[in-house]
Nanobody, 130 residues
Framework: QLQLVESGGGLVQPGGSLRLSCAAS????????????IGWFRQAPGKEREGVSC????????DYADSVKGRFTISRDDAKNTVYLQMNNLQPEDTAIYYC???????????????????WGQGTQVTVSS
């Protein structure tokens, strides 16, 4: 059964950087990571889960929420079954638990409806504080 495991979170000062990883394993029936669209979401205490970034099955048309555009970069390495989220110039408002999610049902990125995703990781904490 497919599993997603996030890593790379931690405590960083404002202006710092982190790179999150979303490692996929347990593929079945000949599926590989490039059969999945991957999204990154985050949830801060007391707030709803929000979409951060998305990458299509082919890696084309990466998408970003306005709040992270120009600071975050999503990429995928299908050979390593891993999707990355490079986060630069982190700010305190980026503090949250970050989740990656996968879906086979949709190809391109369009919005951040969490119900479009069928599988979620357990999350990794990102704290931005001085």
């Amino acid at each position: 059964q497919l599993q997603l495991v996030e890593s790379g979170g931690g405590l960083v000062q404002p202006g710092g950087s982190l790179r999150l990883s979303c490692a996929a394993s347990g593929f079945t029936f000949g599926f590989t990571l490039n059969h999945y669209r991957i999204g990154w979401f985050r949830q801060a205490p007391g707030k709803e889960r929000e979409g951060v970034s998305c990458v299509s099955k082919s890696g084309s048309n990466p998408d970003y929420a306005d709040s992270v555009k120009g600071r975050f970069t999503i990429s995928r390495d299908d050979a390593k079954n891993t999707v990355y989220l490079q986060m630069n110039n982190l700010q305190p408002e980026d503090t949250a638990i970050y989740y990656c999610a996968a879906t086979r049902r949709y190809y391109y990125c369009s919005g951040y409806d969490p119900y479009e995703y069928d599988l979620w990781g357990q999350g990794t904490q990102v704290t931005v504080s001085s």
